[in-house]
């Protein structure tokens, strides 16, 4: 049942005009972004070309030379991540058809299936394009050759660092169209989540403005930015960017993809447990799975932070450990929503805090 309504549901989302209008957007501008390589770089010799899959839009490498699409992608991202899927339950709610299909399978099945065909949707609105790029780009351009737009010697150290920095640096190193391909998917697997987020967002709170649901991932991804800013210099970088642009240099934090994907994926399970049946919510077995979710969902988000943090995350070891101690206050403050036991709510608190208020 939950398969044949996703199936259903991505289909229908797939031909909203929202969904062809992000399509038609990211076309446009890989396109443009082809054009252009074309027109600047023809008849260049193979030995002074660059690596061609380092001219995709989605390359960070570009900005050593020109990055116009690449910088709009970026700009525009973080808004239109939310516009192929994201209005998909707010939509349903307003025309009746979430009563319809409540009915008919089960409100925890519709939203099941809203879910997953609006991570589908938003991942293949987001993949289509881009792979589409390379896909004319390594006809177009010769596969041969090497250059990097830095213009730094392939046996250069400074050019090996910057290789020693890309997410994913083995497949690159393999070949650079399977790096290229596997990023755009991952590209593709994040929009999903996001759009996803969007959706759970809309379950959880009700907005009367459909632009407001834009705010959600927009505010996630540019919140990392803002992060970025206030951590210390020389040590990484948080900003979302720098890991889903393909071919990125930057020096990162290994613990940040997994923090963030449990940031978000915590509190999509916390946004759909509002909008679940108050049956469903009564069942004392169905939040002993929630519980043991969420407390992974903490745990995993404090042991990513743990495992990297000294001396690779700051120089100052306080830092991580109160980032540590700001998850496992959040499982606290889980627990005592759903046991109500003051006991083990200061049992926890202090566990959490008791080894760093001296810090």
């Known amino acids: 049942?939950?398969?044949?309504?996703?199936?259903?549901?991505?289909?229908?989302?797939?031909?909203?005009?929202?969904?062809?209008?992000?399509?038609?957007?990211?076309?446009?501008?890989?396109?443009?972004?082809?054009?252009?390589?074309?027109?600047?770089?023809?008849?260049?010799?193979?030995?002074?070309?660059?690596?061609?899959?380092?001219?995709?839009?989605?390359?960070?490498?570009?900005?050593?030379?020109?990055?116009?699409?690449?910088?709009?992608?970026?700009?525009?991202?973080?808004?239109?991540?939310?516009?192929?899927?994201?209005?998909?339950?707010?939509?349903?709610?307003?025309?009746?058809?979430?009563?319809?299909?409540?009915?008919?399978?089960?409100?925890?099945?519709?939203?099941?299936?809203?879910?997953?065909?609006?991570?589908?949707?938003?991942?293949?609105?987001?993949?289509?394009?881009?792979?589409?790029?390379?896909?004319?780009?390594?006809?177009?351009?010769?596969?041969?050759?090497?250059?990097?737009?830095?213009?730094?010697?392939?046996?250069?150290?400074?050019?090996?660092?910057?290789?020693?920095?890309?997410?994913?640096?083995?497949?690159?190193?393999?070949?650079?169209?399977?790096?290229?391909?596997?990023?755009t998917l991952c590209f593709g697997i994040v929009s999903g989540i996001l759009g996803m987020f969007t959706v759970g967002i809309s379950v959880a709170f009700p907005v009367k403005y459909r632009v407001l649901l834009l705010l959600p991932a927009a505010v996630v991804l540019n919140g990392t930015a803002w992060l970025d800013a206030a951590l210390p210099k020389g040590m990484g970088t948080v900003s979302w960017y720098e890991y889903l642009l393909l071919f990125n240099d930057s020096p990162k934090y290994v613990w940040f993809p997994v923090v963030g994907a449990t940031v978000i994926l915590g509190m999509l399970l916390v946004c759909c447990r509002a909008g679940q049946d108050p049956g469903l919510r009564a069942d004392s077995s169905a939040q002993r799975f929630q519980r043991r979710i969420l407390s992974w969902l903490l745990h995993a988000g404090a042991s990513g932070i743990y495992a990297a943090h000294v001396p690779q995350f700051c120089d100052d070891d306080a830092f991580g450990e109160k980032l540590i101690s700001v998850f496992l206050y959040c499982k606290c403050l889980y627990i005592q929503q759903i046991s109500r036991t003051p006991e083990v709510v200061q049992t926890g608190i202090a566990q959490a805090f008791g080894g760093y208020l001296s810090v």
């Open 1 to 183: 049942m939950l398969l044949r309504v996703t199936a259903k549901q991505t289909k229908f989302l797939l031909r909203q005009k929202e969904a062809v209008f992000t399509v038609t957007l990211l076309l446009w501008l890989v396109i443009g972004n082809y054009l252009g390589n074309v027109w600047k770089f023809r008849g260049t010799d193979v030995s002074q070309m660059y690596q061609s899959m380092k001219l995709l839009t989605l390359s960070y490498n570009r900005v050593y030379d020109s990055a116009d699409m690449t910088l709009l992608i970026t700009m525009l991202y973080p808004f239109l991540v939310a516009v192929p899927a994201g209005f998909s339950y707010i939509r349903g709610h307003r025309t009746g058809e979430e009563v319809f299909l409540v009915t008919r399978i089960g409100r925890n099945t519709y939203l099941a299936g809203e879910l997953l065909s609006a991570f589908l949707v938003t991942a293949i609105v987001f993949c289509i394009p881009f792979l589409f790029e390379i896909v004319i780009t390594a006809v177009s351009f010769p596969m041969e050759a090497q250059g990097d737009l830095s213009n730094w010697g392939l046996y250069s150290p400074e050019y090996a660092q910057m290789v020693d920095n890309y997410v994913g640096k083995i497949w690159y190193i393999s070949s650079p169209v399977g790096y290229a391909v596997l990023g």
